[in-house]
């Protein structure tokens, strides 16, 4: 893992380098009424990437609410390959617009 930035306090970027690939992972912060605004961005070389990597962050947003709050810890096979079509719908729609390439946030 590698800081690819750090502007305190508003953004983090790191490059993640593991078995399944390259992974360039952003986190900017504001404040927010009552606490920290968090806006999680995962950079994409290939926007139509989001098919698969969307639905892996939801899931993983979603069971760290679920720790948080001690709710009920959701199962992946309710994100993917489920929510594929409307993550790659979004790329489609992005790259059509010119948006760039940030594949998903939340």
Not at 78 to 90: I, K, N, T, V
Request: charged fraction near 25%; charge should be negative; glycine fraction near 14%.
């Amino acid at each position: 893992m590698q800081v690819a930035e750090c502007t305190a306090p508003e953004v983090l970027r790191l490059l993640v380098e593991d078995e399944y690939g390259s992974w360039d992972l952003e986190v900017r912060f504001r404040d927010s009424s009552g606490g920290t605004g968090l806006e999680f961005i995962h950079h994409l070389d290939d926007p139509l990437a989001a098919e698969s990597v969307g639905p892996g962050w939801e899931y993983y947003l979603d069971r760290l609410t679920a720790s948080l709050t001690g709710g009920t810890t959701p199962e992946f096979e309710d994100y993917y390959p489920g929510q594929g079509p409307y993550y790659l719908a979004q790329a489609r729609a992005a790259a059509d617009s010119g948006e760039g390439s940030e594949g998903t946030s939340g």
